[in-house]
């Protein structure tokens, strides 16, 4: 099958060389990037008459862990990460942001690490500025769930002063109030105590966050999707323009090379396993069902592409924008 992720793999490393740039960060050795960034980390294309632009945070490559799927081993994830073209000897998780200007608003969909959660991400508001887009004028931010990578763009690093104060941020009623509530602190894992000590110290004194329950239109020409497992109230995001639509999946199905290829595998960040793969099946097979153009947070950059059913999983075919 063409594999597009390697090809562009390939092409961004070599012009990277080529011009002599050197993608590892001055940081010690445990943290030096060996993934080149996106030559340009910003890429724009049309859904109707939306515009989006997919622009690039970071990565995080992370270590194997034997935790981390819990029904593969270290080799059997080593090896779907080969056959995606990507390097075996760690998991490439980049994290991408969509912007979509449409009716008249400009939408965030989520809002990268903040660089609070990788020292190899963060470079979202560079790339914005990239861009040209203002992070002032951003009218609404949707939040698909509550995870670091997600939310810890919208508060600065000490003192948790909004980063988007005029923004209209939209999160599902269920994901609020499932982080919100003090009980839940008790019930989470130690790994998320921190989490959601954050999110109580700082989402309930913001103006500028609506609940919104179901599948409504968040803005225009984009509703949420009701996605849960990954997180209780995760959300996908549906855009559609005219006759063209684009599955903003986010987590539910993250990287592409592990759960989209095995869509049974399931992944220590995913909350309730079984749940996470019912929703990314549905997911997956809705776009294949609508002729629908997919994109995700944790796919390879800049992350569009069309699902196709293979063999007893799914593939992506990443698409040139
Ligand atoms: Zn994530």
Redesign the pocket.
């Known amino acids: 099958m063409l594999n597009m992720s390697r090809r562009d793999f390939v092409v961004s490393t070599g012009l990277a060389a080529a011009l002599g740039l050197n993608a590892r960060l001055a940081v010690s050795p445990a943290f030096a990037q060996k993934t080149a960034d996106p030559v340009k980390p910003f890429v724009t294309y049309k859904v109707g008459s939306a515009e989006v632009t997919a622009i690039y945070d970071g990565i995080w490559e992370k270590a194997h862990d034997p935790a981390f799927i819990s029904n593969a081993s270290v080799d059997d994830v080593k090896a779907a990460m080969v056959k995606a073209g990507l390097p075996p000897d760690f998991v490439s998780?980049p994290?991408t942001v969509i912007v979509v200007k449409n009716g008249g608003k400009t939408i965030m969909c989520d809002s990268g690490t903040g660089g609070q959660v990788q020292p190899t991400a963060g470079k979202l508001a560079a790339n914005m500025k990239a861009a040209g887009i203002d992070p002032a004028k951003i009218d609404t931010i949707l939040v698909s769930?509550c995870?670091p990578?997600?939310i810890f763009g919208l508060m600065e690093k000490e003192s948790n002063k909004q980063v988007y104060p005029n923004a209209e941020l939209v999160i599902s009623d269920v994901e609020y109030k499932f982080w919100t509530d003090p009980a839940v602190i008790d019930r989470l894992p130690e790994a998320r105590k921190g989490l959601a000590r954050r999110i109580q110290a700082t989402f309930p004194t913001w103006k500028n966050m609506r609940q919104v329950a179901g599948e409504a239109e968040v803005a225009p020409g984009i509703r949420f999707v009701v996605s849960p497992g990954?997180t209780p109230g995760h959300r996908a995001f549906h855009l559609a323009s005219g006759s063209s639509q684009l599955m903003i999946s986010?987590?539910t199905a993250?990287v592409p090379a592990l759960v989209v290829a095995h869509p049974e595998w399931r992944g220590a960040?995913d909350q309730d396993g079984a749940m996470a793969e019912a929703s990314r099946r549905k997911l997956l097979d809705q776009v294949i069902a609508d002729k629908t153009m997919i994109c995700g947070?944790?796919f390879p950059f800049p992350g569009a592409g069309m699902i196709q059913k293979d063999g007893a999983g799914y593939a992506l075919t990443s698409m040139k924008t």
């Open positions: 998780i994290f769930h995870h990578d997600h990954h986010n987590d993250y960040y947070y944790h």
